[in-house]
Every structure is written in structure tokens, then in C-alpha cells.
């Protein structure tokens, strides 16, 4: 793993990218957790108009993520576009500070939010040319890395945050979320080579519809359909341990913690496995551990039970977010923004419905009762990869420019 790594960091420009990523996780943290108060208390939203106004700004990234990564390929400078997204994010942030009218907040940060939605797609194809200059097939374990990296940022964000909300209150998060975007636009300013010899020519870019290439589309409803059950459960874990199995808020904590600080390292191994089996045998793998995770749950009737089991959960997250973006790369090779594009756009769909969906249900079935749908959306994610597996991949039809 030394040598792996070592030779990993020894990549042009993938160092930087390793860093950005890290203060990018650690940007989006510093104030999500506490964003939730920010709009009851201080802005005097109810809670439900809140989960609206963050399906809004999930969804307002879609298209424009899409448009970018599609001609992000033909040619577009990847550096510009991850500095200009990057800025538009600390632009969006602006926004806290600065507007206290809710629907004007709404407004702007949907605008904004969409414009800055490209950078994380486009810092993971950055990281694939990278590799792909370097003549090294690494892919999935490089993709493993940056992964890592942002979880890591993402559990170090609330620390900082918790210290800036006590020391300056909700401007200090905010400012501290700009600073830090802030100061990810001037690493790569500096520092970051242009890919402009990294490039493909257009005449080798290839594009489709994806609703009639089952080769894509198969992996990408797999992807969201991980994503819900991910979501769907992550709403309603900690009402189930405080509800059903009688735990307390430091129950909820401690398996928070538990998985999240396990997925670092699985994400890492799961890189160095990816040398031995393909991504859509790690995938299979990954998917029935999640299908054993959810079981587990649905017949738990003790803490330690769930406890033990965030060795499956945290297994299961780490191959959906860590090698399923490698899955999708490599089924499109000479697609690397739209490749990352389509991985992203998962995740915010079924970030999305697993939200909406999870409420929902919880209300009508139950909070334990949750977890069967999470069951069947991994079992059919399961049958999916089998069977993704009997297709050849078709060249798809050249992109006009």
C-alpha cells in the first residue's frame, strides 16, 4: 500500500487535488450540520419550507453539472471551470451573510449553488486525466484517495465549526466556509497546470443518449438506487434509536462516528483490492453487504447490535462512493467530466428522493419498517449488476461540436 500510495503522490498535480478535496470537505461541513438551526431560528423558516429549499438547490445543479461536463470534454479547461465553480460556492456562501430576506436567500443561492455544482465533478475528472497522463491504471484507487480526503475534511469540518459558532456565532461558520473555498480557487490559481495538453481531440468524443444505452444506465439507476436506501436510512437511524431502541442522542453520535471514521480506511483498502477485481465485482460485494447491514437492522432489538453492524454500513458507503464513480470512468473512458458528471448527479437524485422518501415512509410504516425499502432497492441493485455483466459495451455515437 506504501508504494501505491507513494507512487499515487508522486502524480503531477495529484497532491494538490488530494488537498483540495480535503478543504473541500472540510467547506461543505464547516456549516451543513448547523444550517438546519440557522433557517428555523434566525430566519424563522418552519422545517419543512427548509427541505424544500435544499431539494431546490440540489436539483438546480443537474442541468447545468450536465451541460458543463458534456463540453468540459470537447475541450473546455477543466482548471477554469473548477476555479470559477469554486468561486461561484464562496459567492453562494455570500449569501448568508448578506441577505437575511428568506426568499431572496432562496433565489440566490438556487442561482448560485447551480453555477458552483460542476467543481466537485470536474476535480474528479482533473484527478483522472492526471493519472492518465502519468501512464498509470490506478484509477480506482486514486479515486479512492480523493474520496478518502473528503471524508476526512467532512469530519474535521463540524469540529471547526462548532468552535466558530461558539467564538463569532452563524457569521463565523458561514466566513469560514468562504475562506476556506476561498482559499481552494487560489491553490488552484497558483498551482494547478492547465489541461490543455491533456485534452482530447473532438473527433474522439463520444456521446449518447443515456436512457437508450442500458450500459450507462444500468450502473446509474444502480448508483441512485444505493443513494435512496443510503438517504432513506440515514433519516431515520437516529429516530430509530432513540424510538425503538431506546438509545439516547449519544447513542446517535456514536454510531455517526463509528461508521464514518471506518469508511476512510475501507475506501483505501477497497482502492488496493480494485488491482485484483473489477469495479463491478467490488460493487456486487459492496451491494450485499449493504443488503446484510439492512437485515441486521430490520431484526435488531439492542444497541450493540447496530453497533456491530456499522462494519457492513461503512463498507457498503465506502464502495458506492468511493469505486462506483471508477465504474462509471470506465465504462467512458474518453469521458471523464461527463463520466464524473453522471456519478454526481446519482448521488443528488437519490440524496434527493431517499430525503423525501424516507419521511414519508417513516410516517405511515414506521421508523424500523423504513429499512425493508432500503432492502429491496439494494436487491434489486444486485440483480442489476448481474446482469450488466451478460452486455458488451457498444461504442456510443460521436458527439457533434
Known amino acids: 500500500m506504501f508504494k501505491r500510495l507513494t507512487a499515487l503522490f508522486s502524480i503531477p498535480s495529484y497532491t494538490l487535488l488530494f488537498l483540495c478535496m480535503l478543504l473541500q470537505g472540510m467547506a461543505i461541513s464547516l456549516s451543513a450540520p448547523f444550517l438546519s438551526i440557522y433557517f428555523t431560528e434566525q430566519l424563522g423558516v418552519s422545517v419543512g419550507m427548509f427541505g424544500v429549499f435544499l431539494a431546490v438547490t440540489l436539483i438546480s445543479g443537474i442541468w447545468i453539472s450536465t451541460l458543463i461536463g458534456r463540453r468540459s470534454d470537447l475541450g473546455l479547461n477543466r482548471k477554469i471551470i473548477y476555479l470559477v465553480a469554486t468561486l461561484f460556492n464562496a459567492l453562494a456562501f455570500c449569501g448568508y451573510l448578506l441577505i437575511k430576506d428568506f426568499t431572496f436567500l432562496f433565489i440566490y443561492m438556487t442561482v448560485f449553488t447551480a453555477l458552483g455544482a460542476p467543481g466537485m465533478p ?23 484517495t480523493l474520496r478518502a480526503a473528503f471524508s476526512l475534511g467532512f469530519i474535521t469540518g463540524p469540529l471547526i465549526g462548532t468552535l466558530l459558532i461558539s467564538a463569532v456565532g452563524f457569521k463565523g461558520i458561514f466566513s469560514g466556509t468562504i475562506g476556506v473555498f476561498l482559499l481552494v480557487a487560489l491553490l488552484v490559481f497558483l498551482f494547478l497546470k492547465s489541461n490543455a495538453e491533456l485534452k482530447i481531440s473532438n473527433t474522439e468524443v463520444k456521446s449518447f443518449r443515456l436512457g437508450q444505452n442500458i450500459n450507462i444506465l444500468i450502473p446509474f439507476l444502480v448508483l441512485i438506487f444505493m443513494y435512496i436506501a443510503h438517504w432513506t436510512s440515514t433519516l431515520n437511524t437516529a429516530l430509530f434509536i432513540t424510538n425503538n431502541l431506546g438509545g439516547t442522542t449519544s447513542d446517535v453520535g456514536l454510531i455517526s462516528s463509528i461508521c464514518a471514521a471506518l469508511e476512510i480506511p475501507f475506501m483505501l483498502m477497497l482502492g488496493l483490492l480494485s488491482a485484483k477485481y473489477s469495479n463491478r465485482v467490488l460493487m456486487i460485494c459492496g451491494a450485499v453487504l449493504g443488503g446484510a447491514y439492512y437485515l441486521v437492522v430490520l431484526m435488531s432489538g439492542e444497541m450493540w447490535q447496530l453497533l456491530a453492524a456499522q462494519v457492513l454500513l461503512a463498507v457498503f458507503v ?42 414519508g415512509l417513516a410516517t405511515v410504516v414506521g421508523y424500523r419498517y423504513t429499512f425493508v425499502l432500503c432492502f429491496i432497492l439494494i436487491i434489486i441493485s444486485i440483480i442489476l449488476l448481474v446482469v450488466s455483466g451478460r452486455h458488451t459495451i457498444n461504442q456510443p455515437r460521436k458527439l457533434a461540436v
Open 122 to 144: 470536474q476535480l474528479f475528472a482533473l484527478s483522472r486525466e492526471a493519472v492518465n497522463k502519468s501512464n498509470s491504471t490506478d484509477h480506482a484507487f486514486a479515486n479512492s
Open 318 to 359: 465506502a464502495v458506492f462512493s468511493a469505486i462506483g464513480i471508477s465504474y462509471i470512468q470506465d465504462l467512458l473512458p474518453d469521458m471523464p467530466g461527463y463520466a464524473s458528471t453522471l456519478y454526481s448527479n446519482s448521488s443528488t437524485i437519490g440524496r434527493l428522493v431517499g430525503s423525501l422518501v424516507g419521511g
